[in-house]
């Protein structure tokens, strides 16, 4: 099938170079990995000139150490609790200082936000929707990241997918053992309804957890286990198309 074909295509390092998942391989450590993933994941929207850019100025702010710099409280210098001057585009840095201010607590109550996720795992494995939830949980509060698991969610998908699936030359893996690859959930946006749609897998307009639900699933069909190999076979076809 066409999918399978273009999900074999596209899944490569090559994938990386100009993707946000870029950032994530540029740092070393695991939890420092998930974090510098995690910031990158929020703020992917808009075109990638524009927040790419941005999110490498985190990292090079934060000298390459983006747990330590959040951990330790670094980023108040950068990011204030008056500042109302835009950092991107709908997002002041008064809102980047409110995420990093509740980052500061997860890792100070929990280790990181991977063990928080662990903890909750509790010995068995998170369903991706319930890990979505698990997120909402803790950063909803702040306006970099959706105030309801009932979205589409789709960076916090972008982020499992990176976290969860193994054996990838894009995804890391770290949280393989605690998060439920089979179970994540199709990141959804624009684009990806387009071209599901152009292959009449999907036949609604508006983007929504229930509707990211669904294609997840009719993906499932495609790739038994790890439906989230469409990702790629998605943006594929866009690309070949």
């Not at 990995?33 to 000139?49: D, I, M």
């Not at 010995?123 to 698990?134: H, I, Q």
Request: proline share 4%; with cysteine.
């Amino acid at each position: 099938m066409k999918l399978r074909a273009l999900a074999a295509k596209y899944e490569n390092e090559g994938f990386i170079k100009g993707d946000p998942s870029f950032f994530m391989h540029q740092v070393e450590g695991d939890v420092n990995r998930e974090t510098a993933a995690f910031v990158a994941s929020v703020l992917s929207f808009g075109a990638r000139r524009q927040f790419m850019p941005k999110i490498a100025s985190i990292v090079a702010e934060a000298r390459g150490d983006v747990a330590g710099w959040i951990a330790d409280g670094r980023f108040e210098k950068t990011f204030a609790q008056d500042d109302e001057s835009v950092f991107y585009r709908f997002y002041k840095r008064s809102d980047m200082r409110a995420f990093f201010d509740v980052f500061r607590g997860v890792f100070a109550e929990h280790g990181s936000l991977g063990a928080r996720l662990r903890k909750l795992a509790d010995g068995k494995k998170l369903s991706g929707k319930d890990a979505v939830s698990a997120i909402v949980a803790l950063f909803g509060s702040t306006p970099l990241v959706p105030s309801s698991d009932k979205s589409a969610c789709k960076r916090i998908c972008m982020f499992l997918r990176w976290m969860t699936r193994s054996s990838s030359p894009v995804d890391l893996g770290l949280w393989d053992s605690f998060v439920d690859r089979a179970s994540l959930v199709m990141p959804l946006d624009t684009h990806v309804i387009c071209e599901a749609r152009k292959l009449g897998m999907f036949p609604w307009k508006a983007a929504s957890m229930q509707t990211a639900l669904k294609l997840t699933a009719a993906m499932e069909e495609i790739f038994p286990g790890d439906p989230l190999k469409a990702d790629f076979a998605l943006f594929g076809l866009g690309v070949d198309s």
